[in-house]
């Protein structure tokens, strides 16, 4: 199901994440807060090019340092474990879209209390992965961040599982309620009318750029994150690469002028990773079909994940200080 990824790292002291997350195939449920996975399922035509992000992703990490110097907190302490590709099809994208599923649907079955952290590829893995997951806790009810300039809510039906499909398809399965579904990113002249039409027929939240900035990010992603809490058993967060400003992901093919700053989409994933009910999260499209995927793109996602964690991080802290004045 999972094949060792192409960059491959020995444990060796350090603080670099290379020296820190650990590469295990098959890691004890017991030791493992956090499992990152990859799926090198690409958006391009061509069904045997794969999806560059996922390596990439692994390659930058000798760059960065496992502590936070603006929070002061060093992310050690969470053992973060990183057990490889899902195996795709070089030729049958529905059977790699269906391994994606399946794998989803193990890691969450033989991982209950992990985390999960998934790289892509473009943006049908995010429906691939919530069916499985799906499949795995079928009384739960799901909610979705989508950090994402674009609603990706196109008709399956006309042109099948692509990368501007996935919450019409999770949608359309009972995976997911419309109302249930949180679009954060919104912004200029990139949607339909028709998908607009179809977002608001569904229930589906639209949280415009403009709107966000003026409320306060801080501000809107809480109350987000409280309305879904009350409404839902266990939280998905898809980060769409491009969301952000096409000045800070130049070779993200859907990149546009406007979008999200780096800044922004770092606190956003703080805030998110303090939040307990998000079980779950994926970092897709940076996919370029014609050319290499650029450092500070690369550099741009890892550091989001980062934030991420930093969250968590934040969160256990907190909830060991609140049990210990509750002791006192």
């Known amino acids: 199901m999972f094949i060792r990824p192409e960059c491959q790292w020995q444990q060796e002291k350090g603080s670099a994440l290379h020296q820190w997350i650990k590469q295990q195939i098959n890691p004890n449920p017991n030791d493992v807060d956090i499992i990152v996975y990859g799926a090198l399922l690409s958006y391009a035509t061509e069904a045997s090019t794969k999806a560059q992000y996922p390596n990439a992703f692994r390659k930058a990490w000798p760059s960065f340092q496992s502590y936070n110097l603006d929070e002061q907190i060093n992310l050690r302490a969470l053992a973060v474990v990183d057990i490889g590709d899902v195996a795709i099809h070089e030729k049958d994208r529905m059977l790699s879209e269906s391994a994606i599923e399946a794998a989803a649907e193990n890691l969450s079955i033989a991982y209950p209390r992990s985390l999960t952290c998934l790289i892509g590829g473009d943006h049908a893995i995010t429906a691939c992965s919530l069916k499985g997951i799906k499949n795995a806790f079928p009384q739960d009810r799901i909610g979705i961040i989508q950090i ?160 991420w964690l930093t969250g968590i991080q934040l969160d256990y802290r907190n909830r060991i200080s609140k049990k210990g004045k509750a002791m006192l």
């Not at 200029?188 to 608001?200: K, L, T, V």
């Not at 741009?300 to 994940?305: D, E, K, R, S, Y």
């Open 148 to 307: 994402d300039t674009h609603l990706d809510a196109r008709n399956q039906e006309e042109i099948g599982l692509a990368q501007d499909s996935p919450i019409h398809q999770l949608i359309a399965a009972g995976v997911v309620e419309g109302r249930h579904v949180y679009n954060v990113g919104l912004h200029g002249f990139f949607n339909s009318p028709e998908m607009i039409h179809y977002a608001r027929e569904q229930g589906i939240h639209m949280i415009t750029l403009k709107q966000m900035r003026r409320d306060g990010i801080q501000l809107t992603i809480r109350e987000m994150l409280r309305q879904l809490m009350y409404e839902v058993d266990r939280i998905y967060v898809s980060v769409d690469l491009d969301a952000l400003d096409i000045m800070f992901a130049r070779d993200v093919p859907a990149a546009t002028p406007g979008g999200l700053t780096a800044y922004e989409l770092f606190d956003i994933l703080k805030l998110i990773g303090e939040n307990e009910g998000v079980r779950h999260i994926d970092f897709v499209y940076a996919d370029p079909k014609e050319s290499t995927l650029r450092p500070e793109t690369v550099k741009i996602g890892v550091t989001a994940f980062l934030q």
